[in-house]
């Protein structure tokens, strides 16, 4: 079992930017996916960046630009650099770490317990 903490969420003005970790509790190197979510008020959880265990990154088209996720293996951690920040960007993050099979069978999904950003106008 691996334990996902996030941490450096709060409370940031309209542009400006706010880097969020996840630290897991074992090791990262073996994960296939390694993921960002979001999920508003009243809103579906979305998936906001993504990087594989190649090194391929994928972006929500509304971060594109803003947001850079990368990975860190020897410390065994994963952070969002957020820039040009907006209000819309306010919501709870989560972190989520998945491992497949070669078949692409899901054999472990990881999830942090989320971290609140803020963005105020």
């Known amino acids: 079992q691996v334990q996902l903490v996030e941490s450096g969420g709060g409370l940031v003005q309209a542009g400006g930017s706010l880097t969020l970790s996840c630290a897991a509790s074992?090791?990262?190197?073996?994960?296939?996916?390694i993921g960002w979510y979001r999920q508003a008020p009243g809103k579906q959880r979305e998936l906001v960046a993504s990087?594989?265990?190649?090194?391929?990154?994928n972006y929500a088209d509304s971060v594109k630009g803003r947001f850079t996720i990368s990975r860190d293996n020897a410390k065994n951690t994963m952070y969002l650099q957020m820039n040009s920040l907006k209000p819309e960007d306010t919501a709870v993050y989560y972190c989520?770490?998945?491992?497949?099979?070669?078949?692409?069978?899901?054999?472990?999904?990881?999830w942090g317990q989320g971290t609140q950003v803020t963005v105020s106008s």
């Open positions: 990087i594989s265990s190649g090194g391929s990154r």
């Open positions: 074992g090791s990262t190197s073996s994960f296939n996916f």
């Open positions: 989520n770490a998945k491992k497949y099979t070669n078949w692409g069978t899901l054999i472990y999904d990881y």
